[in-house]
């Protein structure tokens, strides 16, 4: 199955870097795309435990998805990732 997620703290290529690197990783999540513009992160997984596995993932790195909390240290995490992202670029 594919889904399209609309994130928030996506910043620059480094984020994306960092969502597409680390989302790979994840047992059962393929093709994973990250589209700045629209704030959008698409991917192939195979199962509900697997989108639930990827939706945590985000919110771990600091990129929750729209609608859900948005603290200060979760926004403090994206910067971390960001930085992160930019540096194994």
């Given at each position: 199955m594919?889904?399209?997620l609309q994130i928030?703290?996506?910043?620059?290529?480094?984020?994306?870097n960092t969502i597409i690197t680390q989302l790979s990783k994840l047992d059962g999540v393929s093709a994973?795309?990250?589209?700045?513009n629209t704030d959008e992160v698409s991917f192939?997984?195979?199962?509900?435990?697997?989108?639930e596995s990827?939706?945590?993932?985000l919110s771990d790195l600091g990129y929750p998805i729209l609608g859900e909390a948005?603290?200060?240290p979760k926004k403090a995490k994206s910067f971390?990732?960001?930085?992160?992202g930019r540096m194994s670029k």
């Open positions: 594919k889904n399209t928030q703290n996506l910043k620059c290529s480094g984020c994306a994973v795309s990250v589209d700045n192939v997984y195979g199962s509900n435990s697997e989108l990827v939706r945590k993932k948005n603290s200060l971390v990732s960001c930085a992160v």
